[in-house]
């Protein structure tokens, strides 16, 4: 039978632990009662003096707390009691003054009641923003459905040929200066505004349009004015935005209060969308909010029945009767909340199928299959073994030799090592996977993976398997077939296949092989590529940081894609690819881009949040750019002046990410922390984990500097140059890896430090002054 302590943790919400009741040191003050009691054994006469005193006297007088604001910062800093001037009542209940004479049980009555009052006080405040969140939402449904009233009205009145094409406010992008067609738009336009200001004043927001704002005079200017407010989050928005200021700018005077939005129908349908987002979200901390309730009354009932157990007493019906009448128990406001968003999101959001809507609100979560575990341990002894044939084949074969290792490492190292270095990622991102489990690291909340969909470590390790035993099978397959009659050109196209049919499995548009998974990552790749015009999010950033792990990855698939383009990969001639304008072009190209999309997050992130930290963040990578520019530039000039700028640059460089991991990512380095040179708060109990993280991240950067410095190439044969290139890359996917677990365990912490367990999504109508 598993002890509630670890049910406790299994189950507790991991952003609101310091919230939950300490159940682990009610337990400690317990035993501190049995030893007591064990050193000085009670007489019957005195226990059952003292419970009688205690039955009579504690039922007439119940908890009373002092409400006051919760915050973050002290929400574990309970007052034990409060001034009886001001009229407020004293905060420890009978059971500690009765039990006063023993120090072991007052103690424990005493820190009962403040994690009592914690809880209620935790429990107060979230259900308090939660109803305030849930008033707001429908607030914001009502303009919603006002406004799609609307817009059904006006395109039943136009004809089809005109479309829906007509904004509901006058922006300076459709100001008409001819004065013929002019008093046709206005009226059209006012005749629209009219019906919208009806609509919104039934919700107490006044909408002012721009047009008749320009033809008000200024003693009446309503107060308020409505926002359609859709976020910037990708290219076609972002440049809406910006394009949009601009028109203020150039054609309205900056002191006048217009705004320039339009009430179009591609905007309700996104604030819809944002509102189905919000709704979800709203019913994702109601259902965490009452785990947290279920969770604190059972540890309650639990702690009290040992107490009972180890006094002799019966104190837990007692005081369980005044825990029952605690507002974290006794309110019903989340459950009739809980209730009237799921009658919402069922009429509003998915057509009355209430089965649908509940998909939405409580996602299932996918049970973990012992057939995923068999395949893992299947795929792993194919890839040994075959791996094994391929060693035992190469050296039969002689591939390696002088005379044969030119040509057999440019038609098959590319494809192969770029496979084995996607693979040992996966790998790598398979153990974070099952340490972030273990450490319980929210992860999933992290990088808003969808719990339904997302990736568990063993199919990671599944992917990873797979992918290495069809590429060593490969290799097999080249070298039985090149020691055949088969020619060469028909040989060295294996890899060049396998490669096809992995991109297009990853394209392929069938529900199979982890289809939300492909489609997810391609997206966020997506937003890489195109930084400065996307929101940066963080599974964003976190993505862009692996990339720029994976140079030499990136440099492999330009090679084998230079084969493909040149004509060259089944004939062995790769000069083309090799040197040249376009090689070296192509090497600078490769090098520099996942640096710099990585700095263009950090502006982006800088101009959204006005953040400095994220412009010295860009510098980190601007500085890895020039590392790696002088780099390739002494590979082509080997010159003492380029040596001397590539130590300087690369020790730099190296100085300032070594740094921004242990400061920033990771959160360490600080002397002034009770734990000496790391943090306060660590998830991993040992702390010689961390200390020898941080000589590791140190080592594995010296690696990274040596592939910079490519001091290994001197007087060394191709196969051993490129066997060396491959043994460094892994170790940098490596570093990569071991960096990953704790910049998500900081990530989990500033989380916790912020009670932050649900999205907050933006509303997409707001309240403006309409002096701004």
Request: some cysteine; aromatic content about 12%.
């Amino acid at each position: 039978m598993v002890k509630f302590s670890k049910e406790l943790e299994a189950q507790l919400i991991p952003e609101w632990k310091d919230a939950f009741v300490n159940y682990w040191h009610l337990k400690k003050l317990v035993k501190r009662v049995k030893l007591s009691r064990t050193s000085i054994p009670p007489t019957p006469s005195s226990a059952a003096s003292l419970f009688s005193s205690l039955a009579a006297h504690f039922p007439l007088r119940l908890l009373r707390r002092r409400r006051r604001p919760l915050d973050a910062d002290h929400l574990s800093q309970v007052k034990k009691s409060e001034d009886g001037s001001d009229g407020n009542e004293d905060r420890e209940t009978e059971l500690s003054q009765f039990f006063s004479e023993e120090d072991g049980v007052k103690m424990f009555f005493e820190t009962l009641d403040e994690e009592l009052d914690k809880v209620n006080e935790f429990y107060g405040s979230r259900e308090s923003e939660f109803v305030e969140r849930g008033d707001s939402l429908r607030e914001q449904l009502g303009i919603l459905l006002e406004f799609k009233r609307i817009l059904e009205h006006r395109r039943r009145k136009t004809s089809p040929a005109g479309g829906f094409s007509r904004s509901s406010s006058f922006s300076p992008r459709h100001s008409n200066f001819s004065e013929n067609s002019e008093s046709n738009e206005v009226s059209a336009e006012v005749s629209e505004t009219d019906e919208a200001i009806a609509a919104l004043e039934r919700h107490g927001v006044t909408f002012i349009n721009a047009a008749v704002r320009g033809k008000m005079k200024k003693g009446n200017k309503p107060k308020m004015a409505l926002r359609v407010d859709i976020p910037a989050t990708t290219p076609s928005r972002t440049i809406s935005a910006v394009m949009g200021m601009l028109w203020e700018d150039l054609i309205n005077n900056p002191n006048k209060d217009a705004s320039g939005d339009s009430i179009s129908r591609k905007k309700i349908q996104w604030s819809e969308k944002m509102l189905r987002g919000a709704f979800v979200e709203l019913y994702k901390g109601l259902g965490l909010l009452k785990t947290f309730s279920s969770l604190n009354m059972k540890a309650f009932v639990k702690i009290l029945k040992k107490f009972d157990k180890v006094a002799n007493q019966k104190a837990s019906t007692t005081y369980l009767q005044q825990v029952k009448t605690s507002p974290f128990i006794s309110s019903d406001k989340v459950v009739r909340l809980m209730d009237e968003v799921e009658s919402i999101f069922t009429k509003h959001f998915a057509n009355n199928d209430r089965k649908k809507a509940m998909k939405y609100l409580r996602p299932q979560q996918p049970k973990d299959s012992h057939m995923t575990t068999f395949f893992v341990g299947l795929f792993t002894g194919c890839f040994v073994s075959l791996f094994i044939v391929y060693a035992i084949l190469a050296h039969l074969s002689g591939v390696f030799s002088r005379t044969n290792e030119v040509s057999y490492m440019d038609a098959v190292y590319p494809v192969f090592s770029m496979f084995a270095l996607l693979s040992l990622h996966m790998f790598m991102y398979g153990c974070n996977l099952f340490t972030w489990k273990h450490a319980r690291i929210n992860y999933n909340f992290i990088f808003e993976f969808q719990s339904s969909t997302a990736l568990k470590y063993r199919d990671a390790f599944l992917v990873c398997t797979t992918t290495m035993t069809a590429v060593v099978g490969a290799l097999v397959i080249h070298l039985i077939l090149g020691l055949t009659r088969f020619s060469s050109v028909q040989v060295d196209s294996i890899p060049g296949l396998l490669l096809l049919i992995f991109l297009v499995l990853l394209v392929c548009p069938l529900d199979i092989f982890y289809r939300p998974t492909r489609y997810y990552f391609l997206r966020v790749f997506r937003n890489i590529i195109f930084s400065p015009f996307y929101k940066v999010l963080f599974v964003d950033s976190f993505l862009a940081d692996q990339l720029t792990s994976q140079i030499t990855l990136l440099r492999l698939m330009e090679s084998a894609t230079c084969y493909f383009f040149a004509g060259s990969f089944g004939m062995h001639r790769g000069d083309v690819c090799k040197s040249g304008t376009l090689y070296w072009e192509l090497a600078y190209l490769i090098s520099f881009l996942p640096y710099y999309w990585r700095a263009m997050q950090c502006a982006r992130r800088w101009f959204d949040d006005n953040d400095l930290d994220h412009l010295a963040n860009m510098g980190k990578y601007v500085s890895a750019m020039v590392a790696a520019g002088a780099r390739l530039t002494y590979s082509r000039q080997d010159t003492r002046l380029w040596f001397v700028i590539v130590l300087v640059t690369s020790f730099v460089a190296t100085i300032y990410q070594l740094y921004w991991d242990f400061a920033k990512d990771w959160g360490i380095l600080n002397p002034k922390s009770r734990n000496p040179w790391l943090r306060d708060e660590l998830i991993l109990k040992n702390k010689g984990v961390y200390y020898l993280s941080i000589v590791l991240n140190v080592i594995l950067r010296v690696a990274w500097v040596e592939t910079v410095l490519q001091l290994h190439k001197l007087h060394i044969r191709n196969v051993e140059s490129k066997m060396l290139d491959f043994l460094l890359a892994s170790l940098e996917v490596i570093r990569r890896g071991h960096w990953n677990f704790y910049r998500l365990e900081n990530e989990q912490l500033s989380n916790i430090g912020k009670y932050r367990a649900v999205k907050t999504v933006p509303l997409p109508f707001r309240e403006a002054d309409s002096d701004g």
